[in-house]
C-alpha cells in the first residue's frame, strides 16, 4: 500500500484543517487506519486511529474532543479532521495502514499563536 498524505498548512489557533490519506496499490476497506505527528525535537506519537470497520475509534487525550478520524472505503481514502487547534499541534502529520505496516510521507501542520 502506498499513502499520501495531503492537507497540511499554516493555520490560526483555534481553527481547523482537514489532513486527507490517499492509498493506492490495495484496499483500505480490510485495513485499520492511523495517524502519528511528530514535533521538531520530539519522538512520533500517536495521534488517532480507526478500526478497519470504521466503527472503533481511538484518540489521543491531547486531541480527544477536538480531531475526527474517519475513513472512506470506497474512496481509499482517511481522513483526519482537526478543529480548535492549538499551537502545540505543530508538528509533522503521518498516516499509516494495517498495524504500522505502512507509512506515508508526512504533512506539515504549523499553528500559530
Known amino acids: 500500500v502506498q499513502l499520501q498524505a495531503s492537507g497540511g498548512g499554516l493555520v490560526q489557533a483555534g481553527g481547523s484543517l482537514r489532513l486527507s490519506c490517499a492509498a493506492s496499490g490495495r484496499s483500505i476497506s480490510n485495513l485499520g487506519m492511523a495517524w502519528f505527528r511528530q514535533a521538531p525535537g520530539k519522538e512520533r506519537e500517536f495521534v488517532a486511529s480507526i478500526a478497519r470497520t470504521g466503527i472503533s475509534k481511538i484518540y489521543a487525550d491531547s486531541v480527544k474532543g477536538r480531531f475526527t478520524i474517519s475513513k472512506d472505503n470506497a474512496k481509499n481514502m482517511a481522513y483526519l479532521q482537526m478543529n480548535s487547534l492549538k499551537p502545540e499541534d505543530t508538528a509533522v502529520y503521518y498516516c499509516?495502514?494495517?498495524?504500522?505496516?505502512?507509512w506515508g510521507q508526512g504533512t506539515q501542520v504549523t499553528v500559530s499563536s
Open positions: 499509516s495502514a494495517g498495524s504500522n505496516e505502512y
